[in-house]
């Protein structure tokens, strides 16, 4: 709508992931680093957490891609609120395992067998297999928890062994808290925060880059009010710098100032703008 007005090639704040744009902030190069570490180094399983909308899945996206030549096969879970018996299919599907409707019959031992012999194929080939968890906080069923536990034991042996990455809102530790023998095996635990008043700027500044930006658009007080009214929250940066560009370009504007970011906050939800 607004792109050829402010001479860019490309919306710069959609909040879907694409590589280009992510920004590696502090707080998220110190997440990828860590989490890349465990992946590297064959640590067996790692936490990434953070407040809603601040990048986790973003950096679980980006490690998947920067480990795609070294890992596989990578199963991303994007939906584990399920039954024990159906998450562990779901995950022996993801992994690349022939679906069998014996399994449904025979239970979750046949499953865990499917598995097994997915992760001993995939060492066997050189690879490194992978399984994200993200939102890992819907999980309201221990026994899903539990599996995921006895999946585990598979890292113990070289000829196939895996790495896990649990991905979710901060209270998906006290979950794992409640489950020692799983929360024992986590190697490592990182945690996603807002974005500081710099990397606010930073991050602006980048996408607006990306997308092929020739000049400022936004003036200083208005990435002040974008930091203030968004809180550091990357998501909500997004959607309140695509609308102050939607006015901007509505009102025929040169910039955007302070006033057209408090305007479009002010139409937002709370849980959005604040």
Same mark, same amino acid.
């Given at each position: 709508?607004?792109?050829?007005?402010?001479?860019?090639?490309?919306?710069?704040?959609?909040?879907?992931?694409?590589?280009?744009?992510?920004?590696?902030?502090?707080?998220?190069?110190?997440?990828?680093?860590?989490?890349?570490?465990? !992946? %590297?180094?064959? #640590?067996?399983?790692? /936490?990434?957490? @953070?407040?809603?909308?601040?990048?986790?899945?973003?950096? *679980?996206? $980006?490690?998947?891609?920067?480990?795609?030549?070294?890992?596989?096969?990578?199963?991303?879970?994007?939906?584990?609120?399920?039954?024990?018996?159906?998450?562990?299919?779901?995950?022996?599907?993801?992994?690349?395992?022939?679906?069998?409707?014996?399994?449904?019959?025979?239970?979750?031992?046949?499953?865990?067998?499917? !598995? %097994?012999?997915? #992760?001993?194929?995939? /060492?066997?080939? @050189?690879?490194?297999?992978?399984?994200?968890?993200?939102? *890992?906080? $819907?999980?309201?069923d221990v026994r899903v928890l539990e599996c995921l536990q006895l999946l585990l034991n598979f890292q113990q042996d070289p000829a196939c062994a895996f790495s896990l990455l649990f991905v979710g809102a901060l209270n998906l530790f006290g979950k794992l808290e409640?489950?020692?023998?799983?929360?024992?095996?986590?190697?490592?635990?990182?945690?996603?925060?807002? #974005?500081?008043?710099?990397?606010?700027? @930073?991050?602006?500044?980048?996408?607006?880059?990306?997308?092929?930006?020739?000049?400022?658009?936004?003036?200083?007080?208005?990435?002040?009010?974008?930091?203030?009214?968004?809180?550091?929250?990357?998501?909500?940066?997004?959607?309140?710098?695509?609308?102050?560009?939607?006015?901007?370009?509505?009102?025929?504007?040169?910039?955007?100032?302070?006033?057209?970011?408090?305007?479009?906050?002010?139409?937002?939800?709370?849980?959005?703008?604040?």
């Open positions: 709508m607004y792109e050829q007005y402010w001479n860019l090639d490309s919306r710069p704040f959609e909040s879907h992931f694409a590589p280009a744009f992510f920004f590696d902030s502090e707080t998220h190069l110190a997440a990828r680093l860590k989490l890349r570490y465990m !992946i %590297e180094h064959r #640590l067996g399983t790692g /936490v990434l957490c @953070g407040g809603i909308g601040t990048g986790k899945t973003a950096i *679980a996206a $980006l490690l998947q891609q920067e480990m795609s030549e070294t890992c596989g096969p990578i199963a991303h879970l994007v939906f584990p609120k399920m039954p024990a018996a159906a998450f562990l299919s779901y995950v022996a599907t993801k992994l690349g395992a022939p679906e069998s409707a014996a399994d449904a019959r025979q239970g979750i031992d046949r499953t865990l067998a499917r !598995i %097994e012999a997915k #992760l001993r194929e995939a /060492v066997e080939q @050189g690879k490194h297999p992978l399984i994200v968890v993200d939102e *890992a906080h $819907l999980i309201d409640r489950m020692p023998q799983l929360n024992d095996r986590i190697a490592v635990r990182s945690v996603v925060e807002p #974005l500081s008043h710099e990397d606010t700027m @930073g991050y602006i500044a980048h996408r607006l880059h990306v997308a092929g930006a020739k000049r400022e658009i936004f003036e200083p007080p208005a990435i002040e009010a974008l930091h203030e009214r968004s809180a550091g929250i990357p998501r909500r940066i997004n959607r309140l710098a695509d609308l102050a560009l939607v006015v901007g370009y509505a009102d025929q504007l040169n910039s955007v100032g302070a006033r057209e970011i408090e305007a479009v906050a002010e139409d937002m939800p709370p849980a959005i703008a604040a």
